[in-house]
């Protein structure tokens, strides 16, 4: 199970940090993703960290402005979204799997997900 918690509403230029905690399987053996959808547009991929809690990825539109990080010790991935933009507004979802952190280009091969939670930036 994964659970998304930290969203909420937020002025441009504003900050969150949203937590994605893991349970029920070994959190430290699988790749964590972070994903968003705006309403009307498909989902997609926005940052990825890998099981040794250093490796990461993140996709252009949020390099400089999002930060993920990982603590195994306590199943948690948290995503750091500063310097937010109204087209930063969607549903926020993490997901796990084993494959590769590239793969956040493609939401649809990813097996575990979070039920969501709201980030809206808006003045």
């Known amino acids: 199970q994964l659970v998304e918690s930290g969203g909420g509403l937020v002025q441009p230029g504003g900050s969150l940090r949203l937590a994605c905690v893991g349970s029920?399987?070994?959190?430290?053996?699988?790749?964590i993703g972070w994903f968003r959808q705006a309403p009307g547009k498909e989902r997609e991929g926005v940052s990825c960290?890998?099981?040794?809690?250093?490796?990461?990825q993140y996709a252009d539109s949020v390099k400089g402005r999002f930060t993920i990080t990982r603590d195994n010790a306590k199943s948690t991935v948290w995503l750091q979204v500063d310097s937010l933009q109204t087209e930063d507004t969607g549903v926020y979802y993490c997901a796990a799997d084993t494959f590769p952190c590239t793969y956040i280009e493609q939401p649809q091969h990813w097996r575990y997900w979070g039920q969501g939670i709201q980030v809206t930036v808006s003045s």
């Open positions: 029920g399987f070994r959190f430290e053996y699988y790749q």
């Open positions: 960290i890998k099981e040794n809690e250093v490796s990461t």
